[in-house]
């Protein structure tokens, strides 16, 4: 079983700055590929970033391009989602996913495991 522990939520204004970070428990942490999704009230769960095992390749949704960035430590068991540039839009519960496939997914249903969440709230 892999535990997802997110941190690093807050409230920012626009044009701020957060880095959110999700530990991980467990041996097999450096084989799976890690994501972030967000949720904003009444709206569905959306893909924001995704990174593979190794680190080798990424994806993002497209209106965080160049504003966020995904990384992982392996040696740390950890993820993190750098935040740059927040907008009001960006508010939302963000949730840190994993899956063993070694694939990059932008669909929730692909990952087995789920963190609790972190509030991001971005004021204008």
């Known amino acids: 079983q892999v535990q997802l522990v997110e941190s690093g939520g807050g409230l920012v204004q626009a044009g701020g700055s957060l880095t959110l970070s999700c530990a991980t428990s467990g041996r097999t942490f450096h084989t799976y590929t890690m994501g972030w999704f967000r949720q904003a009230p009444g709206k569905e769960r959306e893909f924001v970033a995704a990174?593979?095992?190794?680190?080798?390749?990424?994806d993002y949704l497209n209106s965080v391009k160049g504003r966020f960035t995904i990384s992982r430590d392996n040696a740390k068991n950890t993820v993190y989602l750098q935040m740059n540039n927040l907008k009001p839009e960006d508010t939302a519960v963000y949730y840190c996913a994993a899956t063993s496939a070694p694939v990059v997914y932008r669909i929730p249903f692909n990952y087995n495991y789920w963190g609790q969440g972190t509030q991001v709230t971005c004021s204008s």
């Open positions: 990174i593979s095992w190794s680190g080798g390749s990424t």
